[in-house]
């Protein structure tokens, strides 16, 4: 009964897991849905690049576990801190308002502390770098009323 489907996979040159690299398939990629920090804003390079940062929190779930009174502590939030460098999407990135609710991807990379670099600089730490790719407005944040004094 299995005795086609043993000798096709016999004679497959692909291996499920292998130690050789495999650069075409290799992915680093976050997913994030969160709020806007704050207005998306423009920022150049040293080569005078126009790039656009922004920051979505997200909020840690589960929450923690209950402590020893019973009482759970209050859900912690995260901070991702995400640069484009797409012409077109920072265009479109620049009209999005603080509080919107965001799903993005973004391409992460980690880099590591240069060897000789002072620890309380950012050259000597470890840092986490993510890339913009695409977002999405799931919400846009609430108009708040003009009060009249």
Do not use: C
């Amino acid at each position: 009964m299995f005795g086609p489907i043993r000798i096709a996979a016999s004679r497959s040159s692909v291996r499920a897991f292998s130690t050789t690299s495999s650069r075409a398939a290799d992915l680093a990629k976050l997913t994030l849905i969160g709020h806007l920090t704050k207005d998306p804003e423009a920022r150049l390079t040293k080569n005078e690049k126009e790039y656009v940062v922004y920051t979505v929190a997200t909020t840690n779930y589960p929450p923690p576990p209950p402590d020893a009174n019973g009482e759970r502590p209050p859900t912690a939030s995260t901070f991702h801190r995400v640069l484009s460098f797409q012409e077109h999407s920072n265009r479109y990135l620049q009209t999005l308002k603080k509080g919107s609710r965001v799903y993005v991807e973004a391409g992460f990379e980690l880099r590591e502390p240069e060897p000789n670099a002072d620890p309380t600089t950012p050259q000597g730490q470890r840092q986490i770098f993510l890339r913009h790719e695409t977002i999405r407005v799931l919400n846009r944040p609430r108009a708040e009323p003009e009060t009249e004094e």
